[in-house]
Each structure stands twice: as C-alpha cells, then as structure tokens.
C-alpha cells in the first residue's frame, strides 16, 4: 500500500518514470484465496492461466476447475449452482422420459406418426373411397330412412376396422 502511495506522489509531483508494481505469486495468491501451492498445482495444468495473467482469467478458471468455491465471488457462485441445478434437472428429466418409454407409459413420436399415417392413409381414406365407388350404385331407388341406414352402418364398420387395428397395434407394443 506505501508502494502505490509513493507511485502515485511521484507521479502527480515528479516528472520521472517509476517501475509498475510487480505483482509475486504470493500476492496472486492471497488476491484469489489460495495458497501458492495450490497457485503453482493450479498453474501446471493444461489450461490454465499463467500466475500473472488478470485477476478474471484466474476467476472465471478457478469456476471451472477448483473443487472448493469457497474462494469464489458471491455472484459467481450462485451463477454455478444454478447451471448445476439446470444441468441436473435436465439428466434427471431425461431418464425420466427413458424410463417411461421402458415402463411403456410413452410412445416414440415416430412410431405414432406411422401407426397414424398407416391407418388414415389405409383404412380410413381407404373406406371412403370404397364408399364413393360403391354407393352411388347402391344409393338408387332408396328412400332416405334406407340411405342413413347404409351409412350408419358405414360408419360402424370403419369404426371397427380402426378399433381393431388400434387394438393390435397396442398389443404388439407390449404397452398396457
């Protein structure tokens, strides 16, 4: 602290060059909480900053690489746990989702999309055009009560035939 008073008288009040501050490994140290021990394990590895290299590089190193934040600024360790809490939420939704897939309580989108486009493209629309062919045909000389008969019945069976394909299709997914 008398060092950088000094700087600073001869340098509003003296015109002459004065050394900067050198900053040691032990001042780095105390300056980020660690021992110089820890400092020069944490210097050798790969990655890391140098001694000298600013205070934020050493910061933002240290949030990544040190076990004990205890020497971390408040706001930075706040930010880390909640990226942890996040990180660990989103595993714990996915094997969620993996086990309700085991537990067959879901469904693969793409094995829905299929079974959905097999049974309109086949059945349903299928039907109807069945229906368009054969109906006219055998629509004439009917009354309306027997034309809403036919169609009721149409219907009744389109109906089965997709309850049906429904009903193996669920069976052959094992689901419950």
């Known amino acids: 602290m008398r060092q950088l008073f000094r700087q600073l008288y001869l340098k509003l009040f003296m015109k002459t060059k004065t050394k900067p501050i050198e900053l040691t490994k032990a001042a780095r140290a105390k300056e980020l909480g660690l021992s110089k021990q820890n400092l020069y394990w944490h210097s050798k590895q790969p990655g890391a900053p140098k001694w000298d290299a600013p205070k934020a590089a050493w910061v933002e190193y240290l949030a990544i690489n040190e076990r004990d934040t205890s020497n971390l600024p408040p706001e930075l360790k706040k930010q880390i746990g909640e990226q942890r809490l996040r990180l660990v939420r989103a595993q714990a939704e996915k094997i969620e989702l993996e086990n309700a897939g ?51 019945q149409f219907v009744g069976d389109l109906v089965k035939a997709i309850r049906l394909k429904l009903d193996a299709w669920v069976a052959s997914k094992g689901a419950k």
Not at 105 to 132: A, C, D, H, P
Request: include cysteine; glycine fraction near 8%.
């Open 102 to 152: 085991v537990r067959h309580e879901q469904i693969e989108w793409n094995t829905v999309s299929r079974f959905l486009g097999e049974v309109l493209g086949k059945i349903y629309f299928g039907e109807l055009e069945r229906m368009q062919q054969t109906f006219p045909a055998s629509m004439v000389g009917k009354d309306a009560a027997a034309i809403q008969v036919d169609c009721q």
